[in-house]
């Protein structure tokens, strides 16, 4: 079992910067590939970004890349999302999730999932 936390949501003007924590526990964090997710009201829950157990080759979404940023601590167990040049289409609940697959953007694949954190960008 793996259990997640975020962190770090709030209140961000367009153009400012906020970064999201995701702290894990129990299962081996160096073993999990970690995503993050985010679902906007009256939408499905979509991919934003993943790294791999060794922190090489992170993904992101088109409508992410170049503005956020995901990384993570082995040491901490420590997932983050530095979110750069938001734009009010970002506001959404953000959410930290955790597999054993390899860079997977499907939620399908992602058996573990924190509660949620919520991200509101104003223009």
């Known amino acids: 079992q793996v259990q997640l936390v975020e962190s770090g949501g709030g209140l961000v003007q367009a153009g400012g910067s906020l970064r999201l924590s995701c702290a894990a526990s129990?299962?081996?964090?160096?073993?999990?590939?970690m995503g993050w997710f985010r679902q906007a009201p009256g939408k499905e829950r979509e991919f934003v970004a993943v790294?791999?157990?060794?922190?090489?080759?992170?993904l992101y979404a088109d409508s992410v890349k170049g503005r956020f940023t995901i990384s993570r601590d082995n040491a901490k167990g420590t997932v983050y999302l530095l979110m750069n040049s938001p734009k009010p289409e970002d506001t959404a609940v953000y959410y930290c999730?955790?597999?054993?697959?390899?860079?997977?953007?499907?939620?399908?694949?992602?058996?573990?999932w924190g509660q949620g954190t919520q991200v509101t960008v104003s223009s």
């Open positions: 790294i791999s157990w060794t922190g090489s080759s992170p």
């Open positions: 999730a955790a597999t054993a697959l390899l860079l997977t953007t499907s939620a399908k694949m992602y058996p573990y």
């Open positions: 129990g299962r081996t964090f160096s073993t999990l590939s």
